[in-house]
């Protein structure tokens, strides 16, 4: 099989810049692509040769598959990364690229297909032995017979979408009171979200945790797993904090997880890097999700426990190298990640584009930021508001802790509003520190993350003594026009200048 010389990266921001990072290091070219929203971005410059494809709206630009075929061939790349999101997950966007002779650096189409829908993957993972969430297998079709298997299995139960995931098209349904709404609503949303109205149900999990394995697979059947991530911290179904090693796991438990991710993977012909998804209960029963068919934006804390890089991976293993490891390896120490957003937490999360004028980025020892930004940059309204991840590692989850909030406490970003604060937050929170934190976390603890009164009041007991300051020094200025440390201003201070060398921390 030949060598990978030059790679097309099919993405934007973070994810972008993260996958020619390693095509540097491995002595690859890169091709970005670009929407006119993204002229100035980072990953272009970041990259060897940079393409405009569309205008700012992913699905005139990032999504628009002819066009980003087009660029691959004219810029003679023979591969293409999808990172996350966009066409990472697009069976047919595979297809085109086997039809055109590139190599797209994921899974095969076939395995996108078998693990893309639902109530198919269930079917699959049953077939193969892998625990699904106790409920039906093929879509349900009439309310009456909904009903009748609800009250077979038992309430609360979940109906889902079956065309897709991400909490889309899904409604607890706490007995037959609620049902009629449930199902209709289900029903629209799953149509409105996947063109698709499938429904199906599940048995409704109380508190579960959303624990996923890492597996790689290389082009003959050899899988691995390389651990799990907890990744329970979410908020409307988007996940904020990781880490792994998840508190709540066993040596035992990973390992049966492991090697249960690893059936799954091999049920399908995996290749590449995956991520198996699972709910734990509060018995630690554990049940398959759904599988995950690209790299992660999570995958930085694999990476430091692991020591592996996971991009360089899915090159060798698109390249047709066999797998370099056999067996899970054991995880080393903690790694903790925090995806930064540019939204307003006390504006409902409201995304908070803009241009950023000012940004400090932490650093120190083991301390990693995956970020798409500079200063001077606009952030677009048209993508993903998350602006980067910053991932620590520390040999305990104890330390891991402590350095995540060092490095967020170095974090400046100015001209837009950004999630630091409330990250900084979770890591504080009782709850995340005790490390047995499930699903219901952030949303249950909503209030009390986003800031006590107690801080509220002290910014604006700061803004207040600013203010004072200011207009102290702006009388003394008026005063006294030849006030020390004038000079540079023509006789008169600046009174910002003033404030700022008067106000005491
Ligand atoms: C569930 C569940 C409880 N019981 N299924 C949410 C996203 C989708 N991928 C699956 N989800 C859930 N499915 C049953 N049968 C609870 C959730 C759930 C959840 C899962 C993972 C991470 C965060 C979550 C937040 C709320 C609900």
């Keep these: 099989m030949p060598k990978i010389r030059k790679v097309l990266v099919a993405n934007r921001g973070e994810i972008a810049i993260r996958v020619m990072r390693t095509c540097k290091e491995l002595g690859i070219a890169t091709v970005a692509v670009f929407s006119e929203a993204d002229r100035s971005a980072l990953h272009v410059r970041t990259a060897d040769q940079a393409y405009l ?22 810029s003679g790349a023979d591969a293409i990364h999808p990172g996350y999101g966009f066409l990472s997950e697009n069976a047919s966007f595979v297809r085109a690229c086997e039809k055109a002779g590139i190599t797209f650096i994921g899974p095969p189409a076939a395995a996108m297909d078998a693990m893309g829908e639902k109530t198919r993957a269930r079917a699959n993972m049953i077939q193969a032995g892998v625990p699904v969430v106790p409920g039906s297998t093929e879509p349900i079709q009439t309310p009456e017979e909904a009903r009748e298997y609800a009250q077979k299995i038992g309430f609360p139960i979940m109906l889902k979408a079956a065309g897709g995931g991400g909490g889309k098209g899904m409604r607890r349904v706490e007995g037959l009171h609620d049902f009629d709404s449930a199902w209709r609503s289900a029903k629209s949303e799953a149509m409105s979200s996947f063109g698709n109205d499938s429904v199906y149900i599940e048995k ?15 082009q003959y059947g050899n899988t691995v797993h390389l651990n799990e991530r907890e990744c329970s911290a979410q908020r409307r179904h988007q ?4 880490e792994t090693p998840s508190p709540i796991l066993t040596p035992e438990l990973r390992a049966k997880m492991g090697e249960v991710a690893v059936k799954a993977a091999k049920a399908v012909n995996y290749v590449g890097a995956g991520t198996v998804e699972f709910l734990v209960d509060v018995h630690r029963n554990f049940y398959f999700l759904e599988m995950n068919t690209r790299l992660q934006v999570e995958h930085p804390v694999t990476e430091w426990v692991t020591g592996l890089d996971l991009v360089a991976m899915q090159i060798r293993a698109a390249e047709g190298e066999k797998l370099p490891l056999f067996e899970a390896p ?13 939204e307003d937490p006390a504006r409902n999360f409201m995304p908070s584009p803009g241009k950023i004028t000012h940004l400090r980025v932490p650093g120190g020892p083991n301390v990693r930021d995956d970020s798409g930004v500079f200063a001077g940059f606009t952030v677009p309204n048209f993508y993903d508001p998350m602006i980067s991840k910053l991932s620590v590692w520390a040999p305990t989850r104890a330390e891991a802790i ?41 949303t249950r603890e909503h209030t009390a993350l986003l800031g006590s009164e107690d801080t509220q009041l002290s910014e604006v007991a700061m803004l207040a003594s600013t203010l004072h300051a200011f207009q102290r020094d702006q009388k003394r200025a008026k005063s006294l026009p030849s006030a020390a440390g004038a000079g540079d201003t023509g006789g008169r201070i600046s009174p910002w200048r003033l404030a700022l060398k008067n106000r005491r921390r």
């Design 53 to 74: 494809v569309g205008p700012p709206p992913s699905r005139e630009s990032y999504l628009v598959q002819e066009r980003i075929l087009e660029v691959a061939k004219q």
């Design 204 to 218: 409704y999990l109380e508190k579960p945790h959303h624990v996923e394995i890492q597996v790689f697979a290389d």
């Design 239 to 242: 996940k904020v904090v990781e």
């Design 330 to 342: 054991t995880p080393r120490g903690h790694a903790i990640e925090v995806r930064v957003y540019a």
């Design 402 to 442: 402590a350095r995540a909030k060092r490095a967020l406490s170095e974090y400046v970003v100015k001209g837009i509003t950004t999630n630091i604060r409330y990250l900084h937050g979770i890591l504080s929170h009782p709850e995340f520190v005790g490390g047995d934190y499930d699903t219901s976390f952030l």
